[in-house]
């Protein structure tokens, strides 16, 4: 089965959009990802999900779905849409270290107005470990 699969209810694959690209550079500076992702942040695929609109993408890494196990949460970051609702943007990788997605999530549950100008995404600071992640592709 693809992974654009009508089953997973996942969008085909495709280029990070710019702004999301800016959000995934703001969250990750400061960790130890950083230097990992940024230089090759141009060639990861994603998949929007299934959200409602709210803007959440799962990364593609190239291997099968059912192989991939969500392994923990790397960054944190919080804004307020257009609208004036707030946003919660989360990133995670996987058990393998690999990006897993970018989880947004708006507090009313409707769809995202817009991307957040970075000097207003406000990144949540916690106690991330991040260990050694392998290089995306």
Do not use: W
């Amino acid at each position: 089965m693809s992974e654009a699969s009508p089953h997973h209810k996942l969008g085909p694959l495709r280029e990070l959009r710019n702004e999301e690209v800016a959000i995934i550079k703001k969250m990750i500076s400061g960790t130890s990802l950083r230097q990992k992702i940024e230089p090759d942040i141009h060639e990861i695929r994603v998949q929007d999900m299934p959200d409602g609109g709210m803007g959440s993408i799962k990364f593609y890494s190239g291997r099968p779905r059912s192989e991939l196990e969500y392994g923990k949460q790397i960054a944190e970051a919080a804004f307020k849409d257009a609208d004036g609702v707030p946003v919660s943007a989360t990133l995670s990788v996987d058990k393998a270290g690999y990006l897993f997605e970018l989880d947004i999530f708006k507090a009313d549950g409707s769809p995202l107005v817009r991307y957040p100008d970075l000097r207003d995404l406000k990144i949540i600071k916690r106690n991330f470990k991040l260990g050694n992640a392998p290089p995306q592709s």
